[in-house]
């Protein structure tokens, strides 16, 4: 069975914000989101990648801490899944918050229509080399070591690792780093899905495919760049909307 089921309110879906101090122009349009659309939903979902960077919950800043209190403000449920930047979110943060941390992949009932939620970089099998990164980060073997040590030593890490990942988007082909359709095909079959929604790729739109013989839709959510990017759901329908930053 699916493991939430929305309500008759509006259901709201983010991803790959990025928040980032250098960035205060998304901090500021994801207050005005929570202050305004987010105030008239029955569940907000943030696929991840909500943060450029998480080094740990024991880590704070004042731009987060103000996020923090808007989140927890919310007079509706809140679910977040980790992205590839922020794989640390723990249960502090969710305490703060007041989140629900959800499983990569999640099923949710979305106004009757079961519904596959992912961060969606676990469907870009074709990019060996991240895929072999994404294990090594994703080990609890390597997340225990890596929060033992000082956040100095995380932040000189994570300066290195975003060096790495740049040079890496910079020399493989766009087409390597996108989802592969066959995995995105059968992790919808194995789910028993026919809509998808995840984040990740930083390219916004709505594909029509054929999961088990039946037509499905993978819609794919934008990152917060230029504009902001969300997926509002009811019982009219699904729309991906926009809004310049």
């Known amino acids: 069975m699916p493991a939430h089921k929305t309500t008759a309110l509006p259901t709201?879906?983010?991803?790959?914000?990025?928040?980032?101090p250098s960035r205060p122009d998304i901090h500021q349009a994801l207050l005005n989101?929570?202050?305004?659309?987010?105030q008239e939903c029955g569940a907000l979902y943030i696929l991840g990648d909500f943060f450029e960077v998480w080094?740990?919950?024991?880590?704070?800043?004042?731009?987060?801490?103000?996020?923090?209190?808007?989140?927890?403000?919310?007079?509706?449920?809140?679910?977040?899944?980790?992205?590839n930047r922020d794989f640390l979110l723990g249960e502090h943060f969710c305490a703060q918050t007041g989140a629900t941390l959800l499983n990569d992949p999640t099923t949710i009932d979305l106004h009757g229509t079961k519904t596959l939620l992912m961060h969606g970089d676990s469907l870009c099998t074709e990019d060996?080399?991240?895929?072999?990164v994404r294990s090594q980060l994703r080990s609890p073997a390597f997340q225990t070591d890596f929060l033992s040590k000082s956040l100095a030593d995380r932040a000189a890490f994570a300066a290195q690792?975003?060096?790495q990942s740049q040079a890496h988007t910079q020399s493989t082909d766009m087409g390597i780093m996108d989802v592969t359709p066959s995995e995105v095909a059968r992790v919808m079959a194995e789910a028993g899905v026919l809509r998808l929604i995840h984040g990740?790729?930083?390219?916004?739109a709505r594909h029509s495919?054929?999961?088990a013989g039946e037509s499905a839709e993978r819609i794919v959510l934008g990152d917060w760049d230029q504009q902001g990017w969300f997926i509002q759901?009811?019982?009219?329908?699904?729309?991906?909307?926009?809004?310049?930053?």
């Open 55 to 83: 080094l740990g919950d024991d880590h704070s800043h004042p731009s987060v801490d103000a996020i923090i209190l808007a989140l927890k403000a919310l007079p509706c449920p809140v679910f977040i899944m980790h992205g």
């Open 161 to 163: 690792a975003r060096q």
């Open 200 to 204: 990740h790729t930083h390219r916004p």
């Open 12 to 20: 709201l879906f983010i991803s790959d914000l990025h928040l980032d």
């Open 33 to 38: 989101f929570l202050s305004n659309q987010a």
């Open 128 to 132: 060996t080399a991240y895929m072999q």
């Open 209 to 211: 495919l054929q999961v």
């Open 233 to 245: 759901a009811d019982a009219t329908g699904v729309r991906l909307e926009s809004f310049s930053l």
